[in-house]
């Protein structure tokens, strides 16, 4: 079976005109990613979760490109970025996003990341503190402490049961559409032009298959990066520099919002936004609510 011809991951309408690709050498790899706004402005890198891509922002993006110079890349292995076969985890997008930083000539930036995003810029501003000016976390954190247990046994049969969930999704095109009820507090209460983009971009997602195996090769080793090298990290948290901002979907059913207040009370001076009707991806649903609280953020002094 093949994918339809019109299943393309365009970027959406508003964000066409921004789309730009660079060359990372030390990676070898390609890097999509929209950018806007002033080059003198303050950098801020929006940072898209898993299975996902920079679309993500795209109601947050103009807006704050006003203020900033915004750049919201598609994560290698994801989107319109080069996927190719290797090990995807935590540290190698710390590796790719400062080499983008690099590329792109920004000293330091405000690193806004959601669900496995957060946790990447999370990652970022804590092993190389002086590239993160802020640190604003959409339903993403290092320390989960509310999460589904994971059994060993599922990760081993994780690889045979992720290519047969996916060639299901493949044959029906509405399954494949509500597989994305989870992560919203009322997919049906978007508005249709957001529903009728949804549907079209995890259709061309499930096609994609080297963007299948990228997010399974990080499934299959976040669990044990959270078990370890996330410990040592959270230890750092408390006296992290980095001026940190917590935001949360109040009815997240992916990550409860538990985690998000754990980890606002970890780091002193944090501010946790609470987003009324929104699940793990608030920047979708209440965008409004989120860009207030990033541009209230934003004029913050920093620490």
Do not use: C
């Given at each position: 079976m093949?994918?339809p011809?019109e299943l ?6 508003q ?6 690709t660079i060359?990372?050498p030390?990676?070898d790899?390609n890097v999509?990613?929209?950018e806007?706004?002033?080059?003198h ?5 929006l940072?898209?979760g ?5 679309d993500?922002w ?6 704050l490109?006003q ?5 919201a ?20 997008y710390?590796?790719?996003?400062l080499?983008?930083m ?9 690193l806004?990341g ?11 501003a804590?092993?190389?503190?002086a590239?993160a000016?802020?640190?604003?976390l959409l339903d993403g954190?290092?320390?989960i402490?509310?999460q589904p247990a ?7 049969l994780?690889p045979i049961?992720?290519r047969?969930?996916?060639e299901a999704?493949?044959?029906?095109p509405q ?14 209460a978007?508005?249709?032009a ?7 971009r995890?259709?061309a997602?499930v096609?994609?298959?080297p963007q299948?195996l990228?997010?399974?090769?990080i499934?299959?080793?976040l669990?044990w990066?959270l078990?370890?090298?996330?410990r040592r990290l959270?230890?750092r948290?408390?006296?992290m ?5 917590v ?10 919002i538990?985690?998000g ?6 780091q002193?001076r944090?501010?946790l ?5 929104a699940g793990?991806?608030?920047?979708q ?6 860009l207030?609280a990033?541009?209230?953020?934003g004029?913050?002094p920093a620490?």
């Open positions: 093949s994918a011809n393309t991951m365009a970027p959406a309408a964000l066409a005109p921004y789309a730009k060359a990372l030390d990676l790899l999509f990613y929209f806007a706004g002033a080059q402005r303050r950098p801020l890198i940072i898209h898993l299975q996902d891509e920079a993500t795209r109601h947050v993006f103009e807006p490109a203020r900033y110079r915004v750049i890349p598609d994560l290698p292995g994801f989107g319109r970025s080069d996927k190719p076969r290797r090990p995807y985890d935590v540290f190698f710390v590796r790719a996003l080499a983008l690099d590329a792109l000539n920004v000293s330091y930036a405000d806004v959601s669900s496995l995003g957060a946790i990447i810029a999370e990652v970022l804590l092993t190389h503190p590239r000016s802020r640190l604003i954190t290092l320390n402490v509310e994971v059994n060993p046994l599922q990760l081993l994780l049961a992720d047969r969930y996916f999704l493949r044959r029906a399954a494949a559409y509500d597989s994305l009820r989870p992560y919203y507090a009322d997919l049906d978007l508005p249709q957001d529903r009728d983009f949804l549907s079209q995890v259709n997602r096609w994609d298959e299948r990228a997010a399974l090769s499934r299959l080793r669990p990066f078990a370890f090298s996330a959270v230890r948290i408390p006296t520099p980095v001026p940190t901002l935001i949360w979907g109040e009815q997240d059913r992916i990550l409860p538990g985690n207040i754990t980890r606002a009370a970890l002193p944090t501010h936004v609470r987003v009324p009707r793990h991806l608030p920047h649903e209440q965008p409004a609510v989120v207030e990033l541009l209230e953020q004029h913050k620490a």
